[in-house]
């Protein structure tokens, strides 16, 4: 079956630094990832998505990559602020307009 | 700006309790969906509805029960809450087409049953 599992599930990193989040998947037919971010006290937010035709995706200070042959995807963060400390979680999307969310992940940055 | 609202931010119950959980969105979406989430598990999926008074079985869909009445509105009901119920529950919303994939979610309801 599908399942969507992220590597860590916390990361602390430093202001200023760039962060990255991992996510592997085990659905060979997956065509479509979103990443979202849910801060304290709110539901999840959508940042960036990607389609399997697609290596590389850059939003605002986000980059997302996929690899398909090992089943990987990341988020990158450029010059993390404190602001990004939030939930972080990869999903994917399947036709019948359900999403399958990872485990999150847990960014906490230091000043 | 577009919104997703749940008529409760926290809620404390009983054993044995029903439950009505409302979420309501403003963007004329066709699609609504209810999750629970729980630490380390993710968000998953109970019920979603693709039109009104349709409802399709989520992943975990066992002890819940949804009502779509009218577009804007979808409604989590808990027949007799058990404290494995205890969880945040989060609502969503996403159009039909090509931009089902991003739903927009509401802030969550806290369950805590006792």
């Known amino acids: 079956g599908e399942s969507v599992g992220l590597h860590l599930p916390t990361l602390s990193v430093q202001e200023g630094d760039n962060s990255i989040i991992n996510c592997a998947y085990s659905n060979s037919a997956s065509d479509y990832f979103i990443w979202y971010k849910q801060e304290s006290g709110k539901g999840p937010q959508f940042i960036i998505d990607i389609r399997s035709n697609m290596d590389k995706r850059q939003g605002q200070r986000v980059t997302v990559l996929l690899n398909k042959t090992v089943k990987h995807l990341s988020l990158q963060i450029a010059a993390t602020q404190p602001g990004d400390s939030a939930v972080y979680f990869c999903a994917y999307y399947s036709n019948d307009y359900k999403l399958s969310f990872g485990a999150g992940t847990t960014v906490t940055v230091r000043a | 700006d577009v919104k997703v609202t749940q008529s409760s931010r926290y809620l404390v119950k009983r054993t044995g309790e029903k439950v009505f959980l409302e979420c309501v969105q403003d963007m004329d979406h066709e699609n609504m969906f209810w999750y629970r989430q729980d630490p380390g598990l993710g968000l998953r999926l109970i019920y979603f509805s693709y039109d009104v008074k349709m409802k399709e079985k989520g992943d975990i869909p066992e002890g819940y029960s949804v009502s779509r009445e009218k577009k804007e509105r979808f409604s989590l009901i808990l027949e007799s809450a058990s404290t494995n119920q205890t969880s945040m529950y989060l609502c969503?919303?996403?159009?039909?087409?090509?931009?089902?994939?991003?739903?927009?979610f509401g802030p969550g309801t806290r369950l805590t049953v006792l």
């Open positions: 969503a919303s996403s159009p039909r087409g090509p931009g089902a994939a991003q739903q927009f």
